[in-house]
């Protein structure tokens, strides 16, 4: 931050019991997304009648991603908001009225403490920790938006390298709806280097309607995307710290002066409609992403 910089240029560090927001430069162009950092489940909840292993899998959280983002924000100095719930408590990548919002079954696993629930316990999880993370996240984007830098969008998953029968080749995939402005580069950047398999909305598709990106992108106007890792990839430290300095390099190309600054590509293509139509969605695509 240089020293003319008033302090609205700088998002603090802020904690709720829902989430978590790293700092960094409000101006910097770009906040970091984690919707499913953590497995951790609020006492009350116990494990929602679960075996605690279960908790240890990608039903829970996204594995791997949580040490990529804060390692990710404080090398870019972009700030970041993190979940501090497991996804099986209710997920903060659907829309607050989707079907999937609270998963009664998930990649085979029953989850209990899920299967009777009535209006009031929706509200209540809704009202605790899905509407805290996405109001840190509204705040933190109205502070770097009121810098007059609007910032894109990079929100940070993980998936499963199998998939029923079906084992997933890709190593990285860029999900995004409908507009390319992050997407684009996103691929290009991944497509140079020659050692991965990357899926362009692969393993699914980036486009449904109400998830986080459509609540905080879409609807905004912002340039906004995924960036799906394969979980083998980044279970490991030394996976994570590979990752990160690839998506360093690849966000410090994107954000940086050197090429077209994301904000000037156009949102659309030359039918003036970027409108990709998402590869079919796979069954179960939507329990996991
Ligand atoms: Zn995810």
Redesign the pocket.
């Known amino acids: 931050m240089s020293a003319s910089g008033s302090k609205a240029r700088t998002v603090s560090a802020r904690e709720g019991a829902s989430f978590e927001v790293l700092p960094g430069r409000a101006d910097r162009g770009l906040v970091i997304l984690c919707?499913?950092a953590s497995n951790a489940m609020p006492a009350e909840y116990g494990t929602l009648g679960l075996p605690e292993e279960q908790l240890k899998r990608h039903i829970a959280y996204?594995i791997g991603v949580e040490p990529i983002t804060r390692a990710l924000s404080a090398a870019l100095g972009a700030p970041a908001v993190l979940s501090r719930f497991s996804r099986l408590l209710i997920d903060p990548?659907r829309g607050r009225d989707d079907p999937t919002l609270i998963m009664r079954l998930s990649d085979g696993a029953v989850v209990p403490g899920n299967r009777k629930l009535d209006a009031a316990e929706r509200e209540k999880r809704a009202r605790l920790f899905y509407d805290p993370y996405h109001a840190a996240i509204s705040a933190v984007i109205d502070q770097c938006v009121a810098t007059g830098v609007s910032p894109v969008l990079l929100s940070i998953?993980?998936f499963t390298e199998s998939w029923k029968e079906f084992t997933r080749p890709w190593h990285v995939g860029i999900l995004w709806d409908s507009d390319p402005r992050l997407a684009r580069p996103l691929l290009d950047e991944f497509y140079a280097q020659a050692d991965l398999i990357v899926g362009d909305n692969e393993p699914y598709s980036g486009h449904l309607i109400g998830d986080c990106l459509w609540q905080h992108g879409t609807s905004r106007g912002l340039p906004n995307a995924i960036v799906e890792i394969r979980q083998d990839l980044i279970r490991e430290a030394s996976g994570q710290a590979a990752w990160t300095e690839r998506l360093i390099q690849v966000m410090q190309k994107i954000l940086g002066t050197e090429r077209t600054p994301v904000h000037s590509l156009a949102a659309t293509n030359g039918t003036g409609q970027a409108i990709v139509e998402p590869a079919a969605a796979r069954q179960g695509a939507r329990l996991e992403?």
């Open positions: 919707d499913h996204d990548n998953h993980s992403r």
